[in-house]
């Protein structure tokens, strides 16, 4: 006697070695002998052979009319046998054949859309309503199914379907796995071996490399677009008392959102005014407001050559500026100093409008403002160049301020790398579009004229991060614990020491209109300002603020992302400035491990011979190709140029602890390893 039987979901026949009521003993045609349930025994015949039987069973089934089988099926639950005779006999009295039985079964079992298990070999045929609705999804599946099948085709024979290059980030970066677009690309990649970046790029989803990394980071940052909505700036409704002062900014020409500006009075009656004055949006723009949302959401302006995405609409931005010719509304530090010795006697913070006198342009005054000039002016006051005597007074405070803060660091600080400025033959100022032509220029980092402006920029925001902390107002700090190698800057609302500055507390609180962190600052000052003692009750926001840690949480996320993508897309524009200029091979400095560093450009890349050489060494570097998708370019060591092997080593840089972008492999989401049921494999499980 033979069994046919269920055992976890499959259908299995064998020879029956014993039974009692609860089991029985069945040896399979492999030999191995099994224990069954008697409730999972379905049918129980002489013959033929259980695997004829199995056999003549499926294949009988696939003749079964699943429509037809439907209409037939009673209303009521019902058997497979039940079934097998409605569906086969003429007679409805006679029984069906085995064959027809074990047919029955199998249909029913694998078409779970139309009838529903309600037990061991015992079914119920589904509603009509869920059934359509079961089959429109059959239906849609396959079709999905086959457009995955038409999709990854395109894609191998060298075209892009238009849904795949509109998904084309999503794709790479943040995937829908379920997606019948990723679901061709991986598809695609398989079929013709190619890794899905290099596909992509080879069918044109593409459309330059520059736009590749452009779009790429509106996708991860701005997916919602870097539009702004239509807003007014609010009006500034204090009084503010005039500032009988003279002040102005320094920047670089193509700077619009203008933070800082500085004046000084009192020079030669022994006892001097430095005057800090910082653009105060805070005073309209409040807290929970629209305005407010827009720098919540942005958390700081974007910086790349060419062009920027700032964090306020420009109308905003123009509003609170320290334009030059107009009375600005401000926030001012004032600092009392002894004209001989630089010591600060005092401080006072106001709200006022001070009148800008003039917005004065680095780069057009570097070759003016020299250390050759400032030298000079120590004995003969530059009384014929405008600005020249308050500018003079302004590098001296910034040599006296920088030499006490590095009494405080314990070592002098060291910047040996130039500043890099990269310009683009983009008159017109709208987005680039990665062919215009580059030029990059060098400009010595700590400048004079930069000097003035980063340490008065210090000294307001280690002032005013104190002054909070007196007034026990929270405000978002910088701190670094030491100098030690791995110790990090990290943000906060304590006011800690920041030992890579030299200062007690350093609070960000001087470029409003381009970080966020400044203008949360700016309120709390601004508090303090107006309130005094009893600021920690005004002020919008209070120790142990949850808004502040996620303001802080935010910032440091998106600061990050923007920071490197700035790095990355100038190392593009330094790829573009090689290109453009033929340039094959050039000087550059180990670094580290296989790592150099060209001498005139801001270019890391791996070398091949410099494993081994000492940090300093200076070598002639062949270059290699240029791949503007990942920004990778390598190189040969060519030429030993310095003749001392056992020089002493580069000494470090106070950046160098920081990362180096010497590109590589760029991290995509697509995986084609990862098991995806194939377009075939769907079209048959749809059938």
């Excluded at 589904?126 to 599946?141: R, T, V, Y």
């Excluded at 191998?156 to 997606?179: M, T, W």
């Excluded at 723009?285 to 974007?302: E, H, K, Q, W």
């Excluded at 056992?646 to 180096?660: I, V």
Aim: proline share 6%; net charge negative; hydrophobic share 40%.
């Amino acid at each position: 006697m033979f069994v046919l039987f269920e055992e976890t979901g499959k259908f299995l026949a064998g020879r029956i070695l014993s039974e009692n009521d609860a089991s029985l003993q069945v040896e399979l045609d492999s030999g191995k002998r099994v224990k069954v349930k008697a409730v999972n025994a379905l049918l129980k015949f002489e013959k033929p052979s259980p695997a004829e039987l199995v056999a003549a069973g499926h294949q009988l089934s696939q003749e079964i009319e699943l429509d037809l089988a439907w209409e037939f099926a009673s209303d009521d639950e019902f058997g497979f046998a039940d079934l097998a005779r409605d569906y086969f006999s003429a007679d409805a009295s006679k029984a069906a054949s085995l064959e027809q039985q074990a047919a029955a079964l199998f249909r029913l079992f694998e078409a779970p859309h139309y009838f529903r298990r309600a037990g061991k070999g015992r079914f119920r045929k589904a509603p009509a309503d869920i059934l359509q609705q079961a089959l429109n999804a059959i239906e849609k599946k396959k079709q999905v199914a086959a457009q995955i099948t038409t999709w990854a085709d395109e894609l191998a024979s060298g075209q892009c379907p238009a849904p795949v290059r509109e998904q084309l980030y999503k794709i790479l970066f943040k995937p829908d796995k379920n997606s019948a677009e990723y679901k061709a690309v991986v598809e695609a990649s398989r079929a013709t071996h190619t890794a899905p970046l290099e596909l992509l790029q080879k069918v044109g989803a593409i459309a330059s490399p520059y736009q590749f990394h452009w779009k790429r980071f509106l996708f991860e940052n701005f997916p919602k677009g870097t539009g702004f909505p239509a807003l007014q700036a609010p009006p500034i409704k204090d009084e503010l008392p005039l500032a009988d002062v003279k002040a102005f900014s320094i920047d670089d020409s193509s700077t619009t959102e203008i933070d800082d500006a500085l004046s000084v009075q009192g020079l030669g009656s022994g006892t001097v005014t430095l005057g800090i004055h910082i653009a105060a949006p805070g005073l309209a723009v409040l807290p929970g407001s629209p305005i407010d949302a827009l720098g919540r959401a942005r958390l700081s302006t974007v910086y790349m050559p060419g062009y920027k995405l700032t964090m306020l609409p420009d109308d905003i931005v123009n509003t609170y500026t320290l334009l030059e010719g107009r009375n600005c509304p401000a926030l001012s530090l004032y600092l009392t100093l002894e004209e001989a010795t630089l010591e600060i006697q005092g401080s006072v913070t106001r709200l006022e409008q001070v009148p800008i006198v003039s917005n004065l342009r680095h780069d057009l005054l570097d070759s003016t403002f020299t250390e050759a000039f400032f030298e000079a002016a120590q004995t003969a006051p530059a009384l014929d160049v405008r600005w020249g005597v308050e500018l003079s007074f302004l590098h001296r405070l910034a040599k006296h301020l920088k030499g006490q803060r590095e009494i405080v660091r314990g070592k002098p600080e060291t910047f040996n790398r130039p500043d890099y400025n990269f310009r683009l033959d983009n008159p017109s100022g709208a987005e680039p579009q990665g062919d215009e032509i580059v030029s990059i220029n060098t400009r010595q980092r700590g400048a004079p004229l930069d000097l003035i402006v980063a340490e008065a920029m210090i000294l307001a925001n280690s002032t005013w991060g104190e002054w909070l902390a007196e007034h026990g107002v929270p405000g978002i700090y910088r701190s670094q614990a030491s100098l030690a190698p791995g110790v990090k800057v990290r943000m906060g609302t304590r006011a800690l020491p920041h030992a890579g500055l030299g200062v007690k507390s350093y609070a960000w609180s001087t470029s409003p209109l381009r970080r966020y962190t400044d203008l949360v600052n700016q309120w709390q000052i601004i508090a303090c300002t107006r309130h005094g003692r009893t600021a920690a009750l005004a002020a919008p926001f209070k120790p142990k603020d949850a808004e502040l840690f996620s303001i802080i949480s935010g910032f440091d996320a998106a600061y990050s992302a923007y920071n490197g993508f700035q790095a990355g897309i100038e190392r593009y524009w330094t790829l573009k400035y090689l290109q453009q200029n033929a340039i094959t091979e050039l000087t550059a400095t180990a670094f580290k491990d296989n790592l150099v560093r060209a001498d005139e450009l801001p270019l890391v890349l791996p070398a091949m011979g410099a494993q081994g050489l000492p940090r300093g060494a200076r070598v002639r570097v062949k270059l290699g190709a240029i791949d503007e998708i990942t920004l990778d370019i390598s190189g040969t060591v060519s030429e030993r140029l310095d003749a001392a092997p056992d020089q002493s080593p580069e000494p470090l840089d106070e950046e160098d602890g920081e990362s180096e972008m010497a590109a590589g492999p760029i991290s995509i989401a697509v995986d084609v390893d990862e098991p995806v049921a194939d377009a075939a494999n769907a079209l048959a499980a749809a059938d």
